[in-house]
Structures are given as structure tokens and as C-alpha cells.
């Protein structure tokens, strides 16, 4: 028996992003002003402030999810059969090791 294929419909972040423009326009100035476009201060800040949420024990800027995943994998010693959840909103190489 075939299946229907279900849409899937793109999230709409027009709205999201229009109650944070001014914010967002102002950062990447900063960004292109000072020349860090990898690391530097304003990675350094997110990651003090995202730090600081509660129950976060550490916070390390990277350059992707892809290397987040890798980073989060590493610092763990996992085991056959362990599972890693991530989201469906993703590049395929979110789930790959």
C-alpha cells in the first residue's frame, strides 16, 4: 500500500524577525565593524549570557550545528544503544557522527 506524501510547510520567521530587526541589524554592524566574523566578542558575550540560563552548566560557541553536535558527542561517553534527539529542521549531517 503507497502512501500519501504529507507537505511539510516552511516555518514562517518573517514575523519572528521583524520583532527583533533592529536588534539583529545592530549586531551584524558590530560583527562587520570589528572584523570577528568567526569567534570574537560578540560569541563570546552570547556565550556568557546563554551561560547564565538556568540549568546550563557550560556554554562554547561554534562555527555550526553540525560542529555543535560533534562537540556534545565528544564531551560524553556514550554507549551502543544511546539515543540523540535533534530537530527535524535540520541538514542531514545533524544526525550523522
Given at each position: ?6 507537505p ?71 554507549s ?18
Open positions: 500500500m503507497e502512501r500519501a506524501a504529507i511539510i510547510s516552511r516555518p514562517r520567521l518573517a514575523p519572528e524577525l521583524a520583532e527583533i530587526a533592529a536588534e539583529l541589524d545592530a549586531a551584524w554592524r558590530r560583527v562587520v565593524a570589528s572584523g570577528h566574523f568567526i569567534l570574537g566578542p560578540e560569541v563570546e558575550a552570547f556565550g556568557g549570557r546563554f551561560g547564565r540560563l538556568p540549568g546550563v552548566k557550560h556554554a562554547v560557541g561554534v562555527n555550526s550545528g553540525t560542529d555543535a553536535n560533534r562537540a556534545s558527542r565528544c564531551g560524553r561517553s556514550g551502543s544503544g544511546d539515543e540523540v534527539v535533534t530537530t527535524p529542521f535540520s541538514f542531514f549531517a545533524t544526525g550523522s557522527r
